[in-house]
């Protein structure tokens, strides 16, 4: 095999990336990830997903059992200037965690199953052979472009993909403007709240911001006194709204710190509260991509398909669930073919349009895509019904008893 090339190249060491990595090198395949900043998944926030199988036998026992806080995972809605709310209980237990601890673990195994991780490692653009993606290019630490080729690269390289971005994946209307926020010593019982919490705020009902989008503010304990707050711009509806202007990046962190100090129940969460991290960050869950091979040699996986949870706004499971069924099925394939080797050849036979078909065949039968397409679908109509048809806090509160039982179906 030629120096630089791997079966298996990766933008991005998030999980969904990592995930990537592992499936791959557990198959026996070559594998290299190419992540941008200095350390994997440096930034101290919370997540969260429902314990299942394949994030067991992926994550190990010690992760689920040790680094975990599990709850009962109930949802609590409540309407503009928290007049009314709607409760969902939880059928399912749900572990919350720190954002480091989940990549460290994923780096333990990918390290164990002899994924090479390199960092400072910018991917710039597909290297592409008569329209087929071979490989990446990306600037190194020290300033030097390299290729690097495979037979296949899956990018996971988040809301604002470069190699989505080359094949022309419309990011700008995809993704929403989201804060993420990890705040300690928060003001928060967790006998008494220990539910996930959604604020709704329509547009108009924040006096000083007329024309601000719908948003959804959020908070969920992760363990002890930490809670994972946020706020979730809802633009799906927003660009058709004569309402709506959308607004600059210092406009959110505007309305973010005046819902932070002012808005009923969710400012409370931050008295005494420490911040430990804020930023204002992106995430692709207005639609899914189309297609999620642009060209023949690439998957676009996770947040840089769009292929996100629209109800919580999360993409972690979905992301990693992603990242295994495709390079899973690719794996097989090239098992199948020839194993590990480059050669035009297996190139051609491995993204050959019956296979591709195949491969997106599989995926849209898979449990994780129903669920995603089926949520996209309802949460674009709750949308629309709640933040464009009745649009106002007044409109809203005076039909709660429809959204209750909206919210109970979903």
Known sequence: MKANFYDFVIAGAGPAGL?????????????????????????????????????????????????????????????????????????????????????????????EAGVEVKYNASVLNPVLKEGVCTGVEYKAGNGRIVQVKGN?????????????????????????????????????????????????????????????????????PIGGKKMELGLMLRMRHAHSMKTVSVPDNKIVMQVWQHLKNDYPGFSDYFKGADIEHEELTGMSNVAMVPDVVPAKGIVLIGDSAGFIDPFG???????????????????????????????????????????????????????????????????????????????TATRINRWWPVIKLMLKVA
């Open 19 to 111: 995930t990537a990595a592992i499936t791959a090198a557990r198959k026996g395949f070559t594998v290299i990830v190419l992540e941008k900043g200095k350390i994997a998944g440096p930034r101290p926030r919370g997540e969260g997903f429902r314990e299942n199988p394949f994030l067991r036998n992926l994550l190990g026992d010690h992760f689920f059992d040790k680094d975990c806080f599990k709850m009962a995972g109930g949802l609590v809605f409540h309407s503009p200037g928290v007049l009314k709310r709607a409760v969902k209980p939880g059928k399912h237990t749900l572990c919350f965690f720190e954002w480091h601890s989940l990549i460290r673990r994923l780096l333990d195994q990918a390290e």
């Open 152 to 220: 296949a690269v899956m990018a996971c390289d988040g809301y604002q993909s470069k190699l989505g971005s080359y094949f022309a994946v419309p990011y700008d209307k995809l993704n929403c403007p989201m804060i993420k926020c990890l705040a300690d010593n928060a003001n928060i019982d967790i006998e008494q709240t220990p539910d996930l919490q959604f604020y709704f705020v329509g547009n108009g009902d924040l006096a000083d911001y007329p024309d601000f989008p719908p948003c959804v503010v959020y908070g969920f």
């Open 313 to 391: 706004s999360s993409g972690l499971y979905s992301g990693m669930a992603m990242a295994d069924f495709w390079v899973s099925a690719l794996a097989d394939k090239m098992g199948e073919l020839a194993g590990g080797s480059e050669s035009d050849d297996l190139t051609e036979s491995l993204w050959a349009d019956e296979n591709i078909d195949a491969y997106k065949q599989g995926f849209e039968e898979t449990s994780v895509f129903k669920q995603i397409k089926g949520s996209y679908f309802l949460i674009g109509n709750f949308e629309w019904y709640i933040f464009k048809h009745l649009r």
